[in-house]
């Protein structure tokens, strides 16, 4: 497995991101996404993203194997003038059939890295994944709370989403 901090998307890359994201909708999360994920609608976010790492508003982590794409993670920096030492953790998908082998700690911990590199302190992530609260409670990550009915899940019906914070 290799992680890797992205610069700019290639059309191999956008292609997995696409994979990844679409397979997590179908897998039930909650990540802005209704079913079904179109390639066209996954490509057009994955290509927003890129322009947003160009602008240096983000940062987008991958997780490789065997030359595929198969988990990611970004670092929004992008914040109001009043938080600059803080930034949001987003978008933290593995692929179904690549999940249970360390991906998404590797993954965490290299935003978290990032987040240093780009003299951040405090990080934010929200989830609607009991999977996932398990993933940031083991990686130290503090649970805030929940706000129901928060969110639709990509099947139709409110979920809650629970927001953590970690201090860097």
Not at 31 to 43: G, L, Q
């Amino acid at each position: 497995m290799k992680i890797r901090r992205i610069g700019q998307l290639g059309a191999r890359e956008i292609e997995d991101l696409c994979d990844v994201l679409a397979d997590c909708v179908e897998g039930g999360a909650s990540v802005s996404f209704m079913e079904p994920v179109t390639r066209e609608k996954a490509m057009r976010f994955w290509r927003g993203v890129d322009e947003s790492v160009a602008r240096g508003e983000r940062v987008l982590i991958v997780a490789e194997e065997g030359g595929r794409v198969l988990g990611t993670v970004q670092v929004v920096l992008a914040q109001p003038e009043n938080q600059p030492h803080r930034a949001d953790i987003s978008k933290m998908l593995v692929h179904r059939a690549a999940r249970r082998r360390g991906l998404g700690e590797a993954l965490m911990g290299a935003a978290e890295a990032a987040a240093r590199e780009c003299g951040k302190s405090v990080l934010v992530l929200d989830t609607a994944s009991a999977d996932a609260e398990r993933l940031y409670g083991r990686c130290g990550w503090q649970r805030v709370g929940a706000i129901p009915n928060y969110a639709l899940l990509p099947q139709g019906g409110y979920c809650a989403t629970v927001y953590f914070y970690k201090e860097l």
